[in-house]
């Protein structure tokens, strides 16, 4: 019974406890822009005729509004000016970057600006899909709960980020979410680009959901067991 079903010290999230690893606090890194980001921006001037010029093609709808690729030279094109730089930026750096050149033209400039392509990805024992990135730190726990959380067969032990580095092989992040210490570690924050990949515990075919589940199981065998003693005596050979 103890190992046919799942108990909280196998997916209880948060924690402490002998055999459950430890992991370093680690200050938060702002996400930083990569080759094939998308971003978009709005332009605001009290001059109307050139905010109409320069920014024709932005929409109010962020769903529906152009995006600006980054080439693969770290830089971005904008209509009306010269290619910009903005691999390696965080998203308030390559705002006053593209305000900076915007007010070269126009003195009153004001831009705002975000990463378009803002979603993590989802693959294995918590279901599949594309979810968007709503707030800018957010956590694992949010991004599971998102998701539907860990199926009672995934493996928690083994729980993989694949995120984007750059030029480099993509980095991956091995580690148990069940640990309290998760909290504030590297494997804490979820990034733009990122994808969580949980994989099936091994042995979990043969684990019941529930002790509930376990114990109608053995009942419903020992009531077949006494039905067929019961039979056999009656049975003429």
């Keep these: 019974m103890l190992t046919g079903c799942y108990s909280n010290r196998q997916i209880g999230l948060l924690q402490e406890r002998d055999g459950i690893p430890t992991y370093d606090s680690v200050p938060y890194e702002p996400y930083r822009l990569h080759v094939n980001d ?3 921006y709005r332009l605001i001037t009290m001059d109307q005729t050139l905010s109409k010029a ?11 509004a152009v995006s600006y690729r980054i080439q693969s030279d770290g830089t971005v094109d904008i209509p009306f000016l010269q290619p910009i730089r903005l691999l390696g930026l965080t998203e308030r750096e390559a705002q006053d970057t593209l305000q900076a050149y915007f007010r070269q033209i126009i003195p009153d400039a004001d831009v705002k600006l975000a990463l378009y392509n803002k ?12 979810y968007k990135i709503y707030k800018e730190r957010m956590t694992i726990f949010q991004a599971l709960a998102m998701t539907g959380d860990v199926n009672n067969k995934g493996d928690r032990k083994h729980v993989r980020i694949v995120r984007p580095n750059g ?8 580690f148990d979410i069940r640990s309290k210490s998760i909290i504030d570690s590297k494997y804490y924050y979820i990034y733009p680009n990122d994808l969580i990949y949980v994989s ?8 019941l959901p529930s002790y509930s589940g376990f114990i109608g199981l053995i009942t419903s065998s020992l009531a077949l067991l006494v039905s067929v003693l019961n039979y056999i005596p009656n049975v003429n050979f």
């Design 167 to 174: 030029n480099e092989p993509p980095e991956v992040l091995e």
């Design 200 to 207: 099936r515990e091994p042995g979990a075919f043969y684990k």
């Design 119 to 130: 979603y993590f990805t989802v693959l294995g024992d918590l279901g599949s899909g594309q």
């Design 54 to 64: 320069l920014a024709a093609d932005q929409q109010v709808n962020y769903q529906y």
């Design 38 to 40: 998308e971003i978009v």
